[in-house]
């Protein structure tokens, strides 16, 4: 994979600009829903996709940056829900699915839903476990509100910001918030076990960008934490047309309703004021693989039952326990 020519600029920004600095820049922007959704409906599309993290800055005396990461991939973002209310932007959502421009074999990737001026949102808190913050009113006025979800339609986090539209660029920077140690490590790190992390969205001509500043950090009982090192992410989403993306959308209108019934019982479970913890391992896996068993059932021509679904979600999903400290410790 080659390396993006705006890297090492990027990094140097990311060096010289921490995301604790971005998370409390001043915003004195009037809100202008209409134009922030057409910002994040211009994501809708399809890309050829170039994933980069590279560590920046050490925050341990001993420890060594690892290596750079790169891959990417083709990556269809189909508009799932474009919803209004009171005449003005309610919630969007966006699936993204991987394209294999070989063989045609998809898989469906991760989701990003955005909610104006949210109530509420679900946040890392410990172990694969997820509870819910009230935003208050005047914290959320004139927002957009990410929430991010894995290949199972399960949790990863959220992030409230403002969309920019300043010089003709949408921008939206979320705020500072917890996420669960990301896919790339999964099976590489034991060193830490949490992100925290701020989002970055651009519209570019090209496409789009998605930034993030992250800090790895080891968390632990009653609030304790260390940080190791600051990260800088780099996803470059930029349109492409020498590709055939027909399977994707295939795909997705052979399994979006089976897909509707699952995103069913995750919208309970992410609003319950006790939160959820799941079961599986870090990686997912346990629920991915059934879940993923029934799609393509559905896809082939197959019947699922409501029965068959509630099963994997009896298995591997429950309430979370009493909270924790751990995400109170930043606050």
Request: net charge negative.
């Amino acid at each position: 994979m080659k390396i993006l020519p705006a890297l090492s600029i990027a990094v140097a920004l990311a060096l010289a600009f921490p995301a604790s600095a971005i998370a409390h820049e001043p915003d004195g922007a009037v809100a202008d829903p209409a134009r922030d959704r057409a910002a994040i409906l211009a994501m809708q599309g399809e890309y050829a996709v170039d994933f980069a993290f590279d560590e920046t800055v050490p925050l341990q005396p001993a420890y060594q940056r690892q290596p750079p990461l790169r891959s990417g991939g083709h990556e269809a973002v189909i508009v799932v829900e474009d919803a209004a209310r009171d005449g003005r932007p309610d919630r969007i959502v966006l699936q993204h699915i991987l394209v294999d421009p070989k063989s045609g074999h998809v898989t469906k990737h991760w989701r990003q839903d955005w909610h104006w001026q949210a109530a509420q949102r679900f946040e890392f808190s410990d172990e694969q476990t997820w509870r819910v913050r009230d935003m208050p009113a005047a914290s959320a006025a004139g927002t957009w509100t990410q929430c991010v979800y894995e290949v199972s339609d399960a949790p990863r986090y959220c992030g409230t910001g403002r969309w920019h539209h300043d010089d003709g660029v949408s921008t939206w920077t979320s705020d500072l918030s917890w996420r669960p140690l990301p896919r790339r490590e999964y099976t590489r790190r034991s060193d830490y076990n949490a992100l925290s992390v701020v989002n970055r969205h651009t519209v570019t001509p090209s496409g789009w960008s998605h930034e993030q500043f992250n800090t790895k950090v080891q968390r632990g009982p009653n609030g304790r934490q260390r940080a190791l090192t600051r990260e800088f992410g780099f996803n470059d989403y930029r349109k492409s047309e020498g590709v055939d993306f027909r399977p994707a959308r295939d795909y997705w209108a052979a399994t979006q309703a089976y897909w509707a019934r699952v995103r069913e019982r995750w919208e309970p479970l992410l609003t319950s004021p006790s939160g959820v913890h799941l079961k599986t391992r870090v990686d997912g896996m346990a629920m991915i693989v059934p879940l993923f068993e029934q799609a393509q059932d559905v896809e082939q021509g197959g019947q699922v039952s409501d029965t068959a679904i509630d099963a994997v979600f009896s298995a591997w999903v429950e309430p979370a326990t009493s909270p924790t400290a751990a995400l109170q410790a930043d606050r």
